[in-house]
C-alpha cells in the first residue's frame, strides 16, 4: 500500500469511527430486511464532486474517490465510503465477442448480429483476457490490493440481459423475435443472463467481504444478502404484459442466483411497474427520473425499497408521503454540496466558511426531519 493510499483511508477512519459505520449499516439492513427502523431511516448526499461514469485511470479514480469520501464526511448522513468501478456498455456484449468502439467519452460495441436468424452464431459468454469484463475484474484486484481491504467496492454497472441482447442484435429486430421465433429469443435471453450471472459472480469471487452489489446509484449502499441489481433501460419501451412475457422469466432467473433483484430504468416506466412488481424475489426498484408519487401511483408500494431522490426544500413532504403510504426509502438528498455561479457543484477546496455553515443548516433539518 502507498503511504498517502494509508494516510488517506486513516483519516477515513477517524471521519467514519466504528460506532457511525455500525449505525449505518443497521438502518441499512433494517430497511432492506423490511424490519422496525432503529431510530430513523437512512438517509444520504448525492456525490461530493464525482462523474461517477467519468472513465479515469484506476489509481488516479482511487485517489479521487478517497478525497471525495472524506469531504462527504461533513454532512452526519449514512454514507458508507466506498469505490465505484464505473461503466461501459461494450461490458457484456465484449463476453459475446463484440468489440468495443469508443469515441471520444463515448464507450459502445459493434454489434455482431444483423437478424434475429443469427442468434445461433453466437459463441458462448466468457471473459477473455484483455475484455472490458476482464478490466473490471483488474481494476476490482488493484483497488482491493492497494487499499489492502479497507475500503468497500461495488459491483461495476452492467446492463441487464434484454439490453445486452439489444445491443448484439438491435431492439427492433430483437422485440420482433419475441413474437416471430420466441425460442430464438429465449436462446439469446438465456445467454445474456447467463453473461450476466457470470460476470457479476467473478467480481463477487473477488471481492470477497469488500463487494457491493449495488449499482443503482453509484454512491448508495445495500448489505450482502440482498440480491443482484439490474439495469433494464429498455423498460421505458415496454408494457406490462410484454415484460411479464419477455423480461420477467430472466430478471427471475437472477434473483433465483443471488437471493434476489432489483431493477433500474431511466425514464418514466409507469406502463411496466405493475408487472415489475409482480417479479419473483423483487426487492428494491430504482426510477430515479420518476418523482415518489409517480412511482406509487404506478403501483410501488412498500413491499420493495425505493431507491429515489428529494431535496431539502421538500423533504417534509416526500417523508410525509413514505409514512402515509407505509413506504420503504433509500433516499439521497441532491441539493447538499454548494453552487458556483453557472450552477454546478464547487470543488469542495472552493468551499467557503459560508458554504460549511449551509452544509450543516441543511444538515441539522434534515435530521431534524428524519427525527420525527
Not at 433516499?331 to 455561479?341: G, Y
Request: aromatic share 10%; net charge negative.
Amino acid at each position: 500500500m502507498r503511504t498517502i493510499i494509508r494516510e488517506k483511508l486513516d483519516q477515513l477512519d477517524s471521519i467514519y469511527p466504528p460506532q457511525r459505520l455500525e449505525k449505518s449499516r443497521e438502518r441499512w439492513r433494517r430497511l432492506w430486511a423490511g424490519e422496525e427502523k432503529l431510530d430513523r431511516l437512512p438517509f444520504m448526499a448525492g456525490p461530493v464532486g464525482l462523474g461517477i461514469y467519468d472513465v479515469i485511470p484506476a489509481p488516479e479514480r482511487l485517489l479521487l474517490y478517497l478525497d471525495r469520501c472524506i469531504d462527504h464526511g461533513i454532512f452526519e448522513d449514512d454514507y458508507i465510503p466506498s469505490y465505484f468501478p464505473g461503466c461501459r456498455q461494450g461490458t457484456i456484449p465484449g463476453m459475446f465477442g463484440a468489440a468495443e468502439i469508443v469515441v471520444g467519452n463515448d464507450y459502445t460495441c459493434e454489434r455482431p448480429l444483423s437478424k434475429y436468424e443469427e442468434t445461433p452464431n453466437l459463441p458462448p459468454p466468457r471473459i477473455e483476457k484483455g475484455s472490458v469484463a476482464d478490466g473490471w475484474l483488474e481494476m476490482a484486484k488493484y483497488i482491493l490490493q492497494e487499499t489492502e481491504g479497507r475500503f468497500l467496492i461495488h459491483v461495476t454497472d452492467m446492463q441487464g440481459p434484454v439490453d445486452v441482447a439489444g445491443q448484439l442484435l438491435g431492439y427492433d429486430q430483437l422485440f420482433i423475435a419475441a413474437f416471430e421465433a420466441p425460442e430464438l429469443y429465449d436462446r439469446l435471453l438465456n445467454a445474456t443472463t447467463d453473461a450476466f450471472i457470470m460476470l457479476w459472480r467473478a467480481q463477487k469471487e473477488i471481492l470477497g467481504d469488500t463487494f457491493v452489489g449495488t449499482h443503482l446509484l453509484g454512491w448508495s449502499f445495500m448489505p450482502d444478502g440482498f440480491g443482484a441489481t439490474v439495469s433494464v433501460d429498455s423498460l421505458v419501451m415496454v408494457s406490462s404484459p410484454f415484460y411479464e412475457a419477455y423480461y420477467q422469466p430472466y430478471l427471475e432467473r437472477i434473483g433465483e442466483a443471488f437471493g434476489g433483484v432489483s431493477v433500474h430504468s431511466c425514464g418514466n416506466y409507469a406502463g411496466a411497474i405493475p408487472a415489475v412488481m409482480c417479479t419473483k424475489n423483487l426487492r428494491g426498484i430504482n426510477a430515479s427520473q420518476m418523482t415518489l408519487q409517480e412511482v406509487t401511483d404506478a403501483g410501488v408500494d412498500g413491499r420493495v425499497v425505493i431507491i429515489g431522490n428529494a431535496r431539502t426544500d421538500t423533504l417534509a413532504d416526500t417523508l410525509r408521503l413514505v409514512v402515509d403510504k407505509g413506504l420503504r426509502m433509500e433516499t439521497t438528498l441532491n441539493d447538499i454540496w454548494p453552487l458556483n455561479e453557472q450552477g454546478a457543484q464547487k470543488h469542495p477546496d472552493q468551499w467557503t466558511a459560508a458554504d460549511r455553515d449551509e452544509i450543516k443548516r441543511k444538515n441539522e433539518k434534515v435530521l431534524a426531519l428524519y427525527a420525527r
